[in-house]
């Protein structure tokens, strides 16, 4: 099972901490665009650097994807390069932001095992072959395109012929021309490419009244934005979210999780038909409960949450949804959080894709109908949140990420290299319903 607890990532889970180190890519190098090519049409790195100019060196590790993967296909993308490339089906596709227009040159850094490969190497919709052999990790030029809007460009690897068994190792892609003198954006930072190929978590933070016992949201996933390896957490609180993921082509899960507390133990006390409920490690410890149930995207789901002391010492955190398809609340699990005595704190909603294969893949959802209610029983609609994104974004790794406020009800998008990014870091209002949940309380399962 891929346990999304995970989105402890840089969501800074407890407090949206983020971090604001620029990684913006812009350094002096070899100009390819200029530079004098060998009989075998591959970059003198000498001649291209005598020009000067300004070229960036963009990592497969941190920065491509295998696409398609022909039946029976090995070919994987690892921390450095594309790899075990064997099938001509087979299509890696690698991605970089640009925020200037004009001309733009590519190259790659090769190398093939044995014999001589041909690659079909397409920049934004144009393709080119490129002739590739030797051992060494060789630069070859692809072709220039131009560039007319600003935004990501899309490089694709595909095989035509090979002599030998494999076609080549891929490093990097050198990008240089006009399109690439400022304002540049990839994933440079090998430590983090996990998170990088992930793409960036993105945030609504919503201020609360103090004494709040509930708070209810509701989520709905347009169709066709329910990529495997997405987490639309609804509930989220400090010490635990409640949310529903896509977990593979066959399973889709709703999830509710509570954390530890310093020097204690979250243990449920009561859980509902059919929910697992266990301890989870690894991106935190606690407690997690979890149902597998085949939600459908178009469909709004209701989240309701409630957090209470239980006067010794303890906070029990319970969670439910609603289903349309069902037309009843279903129960997930109550949790008791000891050395505690706190009704919720910190609520936010987040969407993030756990699956770092599957992080060239887009995702959206709205998130609407906010309401909390307090310890005497007074429902408030919520109607303003704070847009935030983790380190993947604010250290500018990745710049597919937006939410705001769209037709009324705020949402949240990530991955698919959109190029409209949203500045995070600014509060959004959505319109108000003005229509308090209608659910009874003292009936809930």
């Not at 604010?394 to 990530?414: C, E, H, I, P, T």
Request: charged share 10%; with cysteine; net charge positive.
């Amino acid at each position: 099972m891929k346990k999304s607890i995970k989105s402890i990532s840089g969501l800074a889970i407890l407090g949206f901490v983020l971090f604001t180190s620029s990684c913006k890519k812009q350094e002096n190098s070899t100009d390819v665009n200029t530079a004098t090519l060998d009989q075998n049409g591959k970059l003198s790195l000498a001649n291209a650097q005598s020009l000067g100019g300004t070229s960036l060196t963009v990592s497969m590790g941190g920065n491509a994807y295998v696409t398609t993967l022909a039946s029976g296909g090995a070919e994987t993308v690892t921390s450095t390069t594309l790899a075990n490339w064997t099938s001509a089906n087979s299509i890696f596709s690698s991605y970089f932001r640009i925020g200037n227009t004009g001309a733009l040159t590519v190259a790659v850094k090769a190398s093939v095992p044995s014999g001589t490969s041909v690659l079909k190497i397409t920049i934004n919709g144009t393709p080119f072959n490129v002739t590739a052999t030797g051992t060494a990790n060789t630069t070859y030029t692809v072709g220039t395109v131009n560039i007319t809007t600003p935004g990501y460009v899309k490089v694709q690897f595909q095989g035509v012929s090979k002599t030998g068994s494999y076609f080549a190792d891929v490093s990097d892609l050198v990008i240089s021309g006009a399109a690439v003198a400022s304002n540049v954006y990839y994933a440079n930072d090998p430590a983090n490419y996990y998170w990088s190929r992930r793409g960036p978590s993105v945030h609504l933070g919503f201020s609360a009244p103090a004494n709040t016992e509930w708070f209810y949201n509701e989520v709905t996933v347009p169709t066709g934005e329910d990529k495997i390896g997405s987490y639309y957490m609804a509930n989220g609180f400090s010490g635990g979210y409640f949310g529903m993921q896509v977990n593979s082509a066959t399973e889709r899960r709703m999830l509710f999780s509570v954390w530890n507390p310093t020097g204690g133990t979250t243990t449920w006390t009561r859980k509902g038909t059919n929910v697992v409920a266990t301890n989870f490690t690894g991106e935190g410890e606690g407690g997690q409960s979890y149902l597998i149930y085949n939600w459908v995207a178009g469909n709004t789901y209701k989240f309701l949450t409630q957090g209470k002391p239980d006067g010794a010492g303890n906070t029990v955190y319970s969670s439910w949804f609603y289903a349309p398809e069902l037309g009843v609340w279903t129960f997930m699990a109550s949790w008791k959080k000891p050395n505690t005595n706190s009704y919720l704190t910190g609520l936010y909603s987040f969407l993030e894709n756990f699956n770092d294969k599957n992080g060239y893949l887009g995702r959206k959802a709205q998130y609407n109908n906010q309401w909390v209610r307090n310890t005497a029983g007074t429902w408030t609609e919520i109607t303003s949140a704070n847009f935030t994104v983790d380190a993947t974004g604010s250290n500018q790794q990745r710049m597919d990420f937006a939410g705001g406020v769209s037709g009324g009800k705020f949402y949240l998008q990530n991955g698919g290299f959109f190029a409209n990014y949203v500045t995070p870091n600014q509060s959004f209002t959505r319109t108000a319903t003005g229509t308090a949940p209608t659910v009874n309380l003292t009936t809930l399962p």
